[in-house]
């Protein structure tokens, strides 16, 4: 059935862990997206000649570039993981070393459900489509944060290859029939892995007791003390007196070449321009001042060493989930407002040049509190083998007797950790018991045992894992006393 109109509830994003990537544990579904946009350019060479007013051909002398930019909440540094960035809990490594090395770029697919469907809960269709982004390299990052705004990431990312997919199908084991977007730019075509079509995992929620919803302006703990000395303002938070701040925007740009050369249609490599320099602008309500002079600076024009800011959760923990460092910074301006009505304010403006990917003295840093595995894909199959003839247990909607002897998926740990309830019900007898399990523990009312009560009421099992970072599937066998 023809779509009237597509929203926001239909679409799912999903990036690849490689440009060769065909597998369903091979695509993560990023988390709290909030826009997605993607177009193409191509650019022709009108052929004329003499005698004739119309031009002969339009031919394309140059790759198309495919342009796609997105945002999303920031959140516990899964997005940042599946995106290729360093999540370094010492924040000793580089933030952008995944980006910086040469790789053939990553793919992306939005996949969009019917109208009116949420694409994170209905799976068992066969009406669904996808766009897909291939042999995408970033050319920018940016955070922003202010006060009554959740802070968003902005990414923004060069493709060379887009397509479209319909008659997407669906099921419990996620989606396939998609057509692989990834090329071989030395032909010109799909790569021969995804010839075939790739899978994708089922959508989630992507939520959980470890993973926060968003995170909240007023959580976020500011550290430019290092900084101190070069402002006419006192932006320490952590003093009397301090600037209020009110926002920060970093901004990581990664301008990007592409290398062409005869032979080959499209562009082999899109090599990062060097020197990447990131900014970091801080806007403030003033209160005080402080002893400064442009004379001193320009005098003794020292590197700050560095400056940090953290997100926390606003559990009750106020658990950090994600941190920013940068070092070896430089104040470039102070611009102050003042005018009758509003707060006289200050926007200071920061920039450093970003070494190697093992550079600790320039560089940014980042750490996240994700622990969840990424491209994991753990499937939990259930088998009735020990079920009478007239016996069901239903899991997670799923239906298993004793016919099932290859077993059946119930559903799926998408590398998180912790647990999963999975509502059971079943009909024969008065207990359910696990007889066999492997690769994690099933837990019910009656412990490893199962779930004592009665026939035909709902109640519930909890699965975990044992090692949630591989896609081993957690198997049991239930049977019914």
């Given amino acids: 059935m023809a779509k009237n109109r597509v929203i926001y509830q239909s679409d799912a994003l999903f990036v690849s862990k490689t440009v060769n990537s065909t597998a369903a544990s091979e695509h993560s579904q990023l ?11 191509i650019t022709r060479q009108d052929v004329n000649q003499f005698g004739q007013l119309a031009r002969l051909e339009a031919i394309i002398l140059e790759s198309p570039t495919v342009s796609f930019d997105m945002s999303y909440y920031l959140g516990d540094g899964y997005n ?39 694409a994170n809960f209905e799976t068992t269709r066969n009406d669904y489509s ?72 089922p959508a989630v929620q992507g939520v959980g007791t470890n993973i926060p919803s968003a995170l909240r302006p007023g959580d976020i703990t500011l550290s430019f003390s290092s900084a101190d000395g070069d402002a006419f303002v006192d932006i320490d938070g952590d ?40 900014t970091l602008s801080v806007s403030a309500i003033v209160s005080d001042t ?25 559990d009750e923990n106020n658990t950090p989930r994600a941190s920013y460092k940068m070092t070896n910074l430089k104040l470039d301006s102070q611009s102050f407002s003042s005018s009758i009505g509003p707060n006289k304010t200050v926007d200071l403006s920061f920039s450093l040049s970003i070494g190697g990917p093992d550079d600790t003295v320039n560089n940014v840093f980042f750490s996240g509190s994700n622990t969840d595995a990424l491209f994991a894909l753990q499937p939990v199959v259930i088998y009735g083998t020990e079920l009478g003839e007239n016996q069901t247990v239903t899991i997670n909607g799923v239906e298993i007797t004793s016919a ?33 399990v492997d690769g994690g523990t099933i837990t019910g009312n009656n412990g490893a045992n199962g779930i004592t009560g009665l026939s035909g009421v709902n109640t519930t099992l909890v699965f975990e894992p044992t090692d949630n970072s591989n896609s081993v599937p957690i198997n049991a066998t239930v049977a019914l006393s």
């Fill in 31 to 41: 988390r709290r997206v909030q826009s997605a946009n993607y177009s193409f350019n």
């Fill in 290 to 314: 402080q002893t400064a002079a442009l004379t001193d600076i320009i005098n003794d024009d020292q590197f700050i060493p560095e400056i940090q800011f953290t997100f926390k959760d606003s």
């Fill in 80 to 118: 940042e993981q599946a995106l290729n960035f360093k999540n370094d809990s010492s924040l000793s490594a580089g933030f952008i070393s995944g980006q910086i090395s040469s790789t053939s770029g990553n793919n992306f697919y939005i996949l969009t459900a019917a109208e009116g469907v949420d």
């Fill in 404 to 436: 099932d002897i290859s077993g059946k998926t119930v559903g799926y740990f998408h590398g998180e950790t912790g647990s999963k309830s999975f509502n059971t019900v079943y009909v024969g007898a008065d207990n359910l018991d696990i007889t066999f």
């Fill in 130 to 201: 996808t766009i897909g982004i291939g042999n995408a390299f970033l050319t920018d990052y940016s955070l922003e944060a202010s006060v009554g705004s959740i802070p968003t990431v902005s990414c923004s990312f060069e493709g060379t290859n887009m397509n479209a997919t319909t008659d997407v199908s669906g099921s419990s084991d996620g989606f396939s029939g998609i057509s692989g977007v990834g090329i071989d730019p030395e032909v010109g075509k799909v790569l021969a892995a995804q010839s075939s079509g790739i899978h994708i995992r």
């Fill in 239 to 278: 003093t009397d007196g301090a600037a209020h701040v009110q926002s920060i925007s970093l901004s990581i740009p990664l301008g990007r070449t592409p290398i062409d050369r005869l032979g080959s249609r499209f562009s082999f490599a899109r090599v990062v321009d060097f020197p990447i320099t990131p």
